[in-house]
């Protein structure tokens, strides 16, 4: 990502794609993300002591998102209908390398209790901020599409909800 934004020199970049809810989304809602932290960066000891690196979504994409959210007019780029409107969410996000799909795992219990603003889980946005954030002349945000609610993803993934998911991350 580095490369590209140094070789095209762009004004505005986005990440779009999909992630899974931790609370507060439904499938198919739209999370814009404020921050991203890394929740596996800390220190091992006799217990984890986390470091979270964190990537900030630049203020005037934010204040974009946040004007956008209150709109309804990007829905009218959705190619298919939905059967229910998806909200938008301009809040925290965390990342890392690990796929969640168990809120009975000790990662997803670690992500609630050190992050308990973050409302989505994905594995790539904290490296796409820091790519922007070594070109401060580039403004940056995450666009993520609820795909799934951690339990039960295998049967989000069959119901079709990461191209639901995704169609709407890149609608709005």
Avoid: C
């Avoid at 198919?28 to 000891?45: H, L, P, Q, R, W």
């Avoid at 900030?56 to 190619?79: F, G, N, P, V, Y």
């Avoid at 996000?93 to 050190?114: D, H, P, R, T, Y």
């Avoid at 666009?143 to 339990?151: E, F």
Wanted: no cysteine.
């Amino acid at each position: 990502a580095e490369r590209a934004i140094a070789f095209f020199k762009p004004d505005v970049i986005l990440f779009v794609g999909v992630a899974g809810g931790i609370k507060d989304v439904k499938l198919g809602d739209v999370v814009a993300g404020t921050k991203v932290y890394g929740y596996e960066s800390g220190k091992v000891a006799e217990i984890f002591k986390p470091r979270p690196d964190v990537g900030l979504s630049t203020h005037d994409m934010i204040q974009r998102a946040r004007a956008e959210a209150r709109k309804t007019d990007w829905l009218a780029r959705l190619s298919i209908p939905t059967e229910s409107t998806p909200n938008v969410l301009v809040k925290p996000i965390v990342a890392g390398e690990k796929v969640v799909a168990n809120s009975e795992s000790g990662v997803f219990k670690f992500i609630k209790q050190n992050f308990s603003d973050a409302i989505a889980v994905e594995m790539e946005g904290i490296g796409f901020l820091q790519a922007a954030h070594a070109n401060q002349r580039v403004s940056a945000l995450i666009i993520r599409g609820i795909s799934d609610l951690i339990d039960g993803k295998s049967e989000a993934d069959a119901s079709g909800y990461q191209e639901i998911a995704a169609r709407h991350a890149s609608a709005f």
